[in-house]
């Protein structure tokens, strides 16, 4: 399986998938997946826009809304994560993950799916400490406050990946681990970004949850982006345990290193999304802890045995399938040609994957205002507005025209030397 990997696109969709294309004609060879590690900017018209958490000179359409529309089809199936630059109503839409577009898969706040044999969980969001421990409060439309926090990583999406047991192949997040340039070169780091010198000197680099995710899950790769740079690193977990092998990348620009092409041993293809069970059994056990306001949750107590809800999601797989629901628009598709007023737009959109995902499991839909998540907590699994269409993934064909970006290569490989780790004396 050949995999392709990229840092911060920034909604520079043409030029990621042309500069594919173009690896993949120069090589000879077909990319099967490329993965995004945040900031993907999932845009689709001018009220996402509004709720983009960027400064104004970064506001732009860029070429997202092309996919959403089904003017352009995504070349190459396609997986990412949040980081701190999205559309964060759109996102909150797919929280539980869930096609933004034709080909283009979200992996949700927390996820993790198939492709093919292969594991692959994510993490949205950066870390900030102030709002770890508080419940996902935020609402479209958010104000000056809340378009911030709202991507901010939140303990409960931690607290269900780190209930995860079966290896994970391929992890994703925004940001980079807490001290992972113990494991890597550090130095060479430094002298592209110097100011990240007192960041790594000081041992407060990178997020602490992702340090714990990666200690707990061992995952083979690892991948990040957020620091808009290229970095190495190989952690070895134990004398005689596994290894992760983790790559940061930069953002898409000419002469960036933002790419990386590799192959992972696999069954043979043809490869396609499915859910995983595991996951769907911790989502469905969890889904009743959800916090939803602005306390400080409690999920120190919260013990989770998920062997039951294994059992009971294998049956709902083998009945219903495991592939995600059909791909559906919620939102307005951006116009070149028009102009349109903001307040147009619905707030608070019921996606149709959701709805359909929480009835296949039975739950309540919890992510409207909070007068609609109490009444759904007493009266309801989300059922009645809204069906899914279906079960179906369908391969789409290519159709993508764009300018190329310079230089476009293969980049050094993801070792990287084994060094102190996180809880050592500092780096001198």
């Known amino acids: 399986m050949r995999i392709a990997v990229a840092g ?15 690896m993949e004609k120069k090589n000879n060879y077909k990319i099967d997946l490329l993965l995004c590690c945040g900031d993907f900017e999932a845009v689709r018209n001018e009220n996402d826009l509004k709720n983009m958490n960027a400064p ?6 860029n070429s ?26 759109y996102m909150w839409e797919l929280y539980y993950g869930g096609w933004a577009a034709p080909n283009i898969y979200f992996l949700g706040f927390a996820g993790v799916i198939k492709f093919g044999n292969i594991r692959i969980g994510g993490l949205s969001g950066i870390y900030y400490p102030r709002n770890y421990h508080l419940g996902h409060f935020e609402r479209p439309p958010y104000n000056k406050t809340t378009i911030s926090s709202v991507y901010h990583v939140r303990e409960y999406d931690v607290h269900k990946l780190l209930q995860v047991e079966e290896p994970i192949d391929i992890f994703l997040s925004h940001d980079w681990p807490l001290c992972i340039t113990d494991y890597g070169n550090w130095k060479e780091l ?18 602490e949850p992702a340090a714990k995710l990666l200690k707990k899950l061992k995952p083979s790769y690892w991948f990040s982006a957020h620091m808009h740079c290229e970095f190495s690193a190989l952690v070895q977990h134990g004398k005689n345990g596994p290894s992760t092998r983790f790559l940061a990348l930069d953002k898409c620009l000419p002469g960036r290193k933002y790419l990386q092409v590799l192959e992972i041993e696999s069954v043979p293809g043809p490869y396609e999304i499915e859910f995983d069970e595991e996951w769907l059994a911790i989502t469905r056990k969890l889904n009743s802890s959800f916090p939803l306001t602005s306390r400080r949750s409690n999920l120190i107590s ?23 629901f059909e791909f559906a628009r919620t939102a ?3 116009n070149p040609s028009e102009s349109v007023s903001i307040g147009t737009f619905p707030e608070n959109t019921r996606n149709p994957q959701t709805v359909s995902l929480l009835e296949f499991l039975e739950l309540p839909y919890l992510l409207g205002s909070a007068s609609e998540d ?31 970006i310079e230089d476009a290569e293969q980049f050094p490989s993801l070792g990287g030397s084994s060094q102190s780790k996180c809880s050592s004396t500092k780096q001198k």
Not at 8 to 22: A, I, M, N, P
Not at 302 to 324: F, I, M, T, Y
Request: a positive charge.
């Open 64 to 89: 997202f809304w092309k996919y959403y529309s089904g003017l352009e089809i995504a070349p190459i199936l396609t997986i990412f994560i949040g980081g701190n630059h999205e559309a964060s109503n």
């Open 332 to 334: 307005p598709c951006y």
């Open 56 to 61: 104004k000179k970064y506001q732009t359409m």
């Open 302 to 324: 919260l013990q989770v045995d998920v062997h039951e809800c294994r059992q009971w999601v294998r049956s709902r797989v083998g009945e219903k399938g495991a592939k995600p």
């Open 8 to 22: 911060c696109v920034h909604g520079e969709l043409d030029t990621t998938y042309k500069t594919l294309q173009d």
């Open 374 to 404: 109490k009444e759904e907590m007493y009266h309801g699994h989300g059922r009645g507005r809204g069906r899914g269409q279906g079960n179906i993934f369908s391969k789409l064909a290519a159709v993508v025209a764009s300018s190329s």
């Open 190 to 207: 430094v002298r592209h970004k110097p100011h990240l010198t007192s960041q790594i000197q000081e041992r407060i680099l990178g997020s």
